[in-house]
């Protein structure tokens, strides 16, 4: 097959070439472009070393020299190449030595196939090859290489699984995930975003390499967790559970997934109502972590009645809580945290669907922020059970129409959007501090109820009228 390069990459192969390395596109572009997605990146792996990437290409970036990665820029896009690695850093050194003495690996055919030379050494005397760089790559499907002149080189079935639609392990599955036990996160991500079903020994060896993840830096975690709850597929996250990896990791999930709702408005655990609800919302970050978090203090405040009746009372406060704490234990960044927490702490509120509630509902929560209130409401609902889901249903759906009304005749929902400012207010006599904003704040209360008395006129007689 023919893979159609982009010019920058294409460039970045020719001119190793010219210089007598080898260089081919690797891992997920080559996969991407298989399935007939367009690649987000374009990585290429080449016998050259850094110290002669840098020395070849005007423009580099030392983005992670450290384990042999150079940032090449051209035509103003940037292009990672690597050298080849082995995955084995054991003498505890870096694997790539800064210095030209090594030699350049050699690609020869013979009549039994492709031959890789092991003539290129690192720092630890191990050999660098693409046979060997393309083992140590985490699964099949990410460890093809392509160039102009060889074509797709495919030595470990990637094609194949490309085509059965499964996710295995490069080589020795054990080595893979030893090598990196963030890979076992990693298999239930590209799991969730290719749709993929997961190999039966990868998955063993997912449950038993699972432990390893408690070394594995928070960030790092975040992003592939991240990754999967903003994937086509969500609820892939009940395959982290089931491996153990959510133990590890985010072990409230699992305290979820274990917590039955004896309630008529539900027929599942927590966990696999949560499951039901990211898949309704949009692929949102702020939004699919909402829906992981809106329920996740049920397991903490479920009482059961004299009937058997669970009840979860004050489940959305305690939510809130938890999930800032969850988050910031994740290393998640402010602007995300903020957004989730106000989410969960408002999912349950069930104001009234008529126009002056909706309004102070959208004051409160926020503009932006109201949108999503809604979506994450009628996936709760959707996950339910069927007992006064039209009902409920209903009650979202007037909220939304009623909000566009609201969004299109300009109605204040601010307090900057006041007819009268803390500077009109000073002039009727209003001392700043507390009393302003008290006065403000009962002004936007008027508005609400009634948008027709935002002008000045009505407001700076309400002050007076209230508070002078």
Sequence with gaps: ???????????????????????????????????????????????????????????????????????????????????????VKACGASPYRNDESLCESRLNRSSGGMLFEKTKKNSCGELLTLQE????????????????????????GGMKDIQRKVLRCTGDA????????????????????????????????????????????????????????????????????????TAVVLPEFDRMMETEQHNPHHFTTVGEHTLKVLKMVSEDRVLRFAALFHDAAKPDVKWTDETGRDHFSGHDAAGAKKAAKIMKRLKMDNFAMDRVRKLVFYHDWRFPAVPQEVRKAASVVGKELFPYLLQLQYADVMGQSDYKKEEKIERIR?????????????????????????????????????????????????????????????????VKKNYL
């Excluded at 990459?9 to 007939?36: Q, T």
């Excluded at 760089?133 to 470990?156: P, Q, S, W």
């Excluded at 749709?195 to 432990?211: L, S």
């Excluded at 005749?409 to 000073?426: I, P, Q, R, Y």
């Design 1 to 87: 097959m023919r893979i159609k390069l982009a010019a920058g990459v294409k460039s970045v192969l020719d001119i190793l070439h010219a210089k007598g390395f080898e260089a081919y596109i690797v891992g997920g572009c080559v996969r991407d472009y298989i399935i007939g997605k367009e690649p987000a990146d374009w990585d290429v792996a080449t016998s050259a070393d850094p110290v002669q990437v840098k020395k070849i290409f005007h423009r580099t970036i030392d983005t992670g020299i450290e384990h042999g990665t150079v940032t090449v820029m051209i035509g103003g896009k940037t292009y990672e190449v690597t050298t080849y690695r082995n995955g």
């Design 133 to 156: 760089d393309l083992l140590h790559r985490d699964f099949t499907v990410n460890a093809m290489a392509y160039n102009e002149e060889e074509g797709l080189i495919d030595l470990y």
């Design 174 to 245: 054990a080595g893979r995930f030893a090598e990196d036990p963030l890979r076992v996160l990693r298999a239930v991500r590209f799991s969730a975003q290719l749709g993929y079903a997961i190999d039966p020994e990868t998955m063993e060896n997912m449950r038993k390499a699972a432990p390893a993840l408690d070394v594995v830096s928070a960030e790092r975690i975040c992003m592939e967790l991240t990754k999967i709850l903003c994937s086509p597929r969500p609820e892939y996250l009940k395959t982290a559970y089931e491996t153990g990896i």
């Design 398 to 462: 007037k909220a939304a129409d009623i909000y566009q009304d609201i969004l299109k005749n300009g109605d204040c929902l601010t307090v900057k959007e006041l007819a009268v400012t803390g500077k009109d207010l000073a002039e009727l006599g209003v001392m700043k501090g507390p009393k302003m904003g008290e006065c403000l704040r009962a002004a936007l209360e008027l508005v609400l109820e009634d948008p027709d008395r935002n002008t000045k006129e009505e407001l700076t007689g309400f």
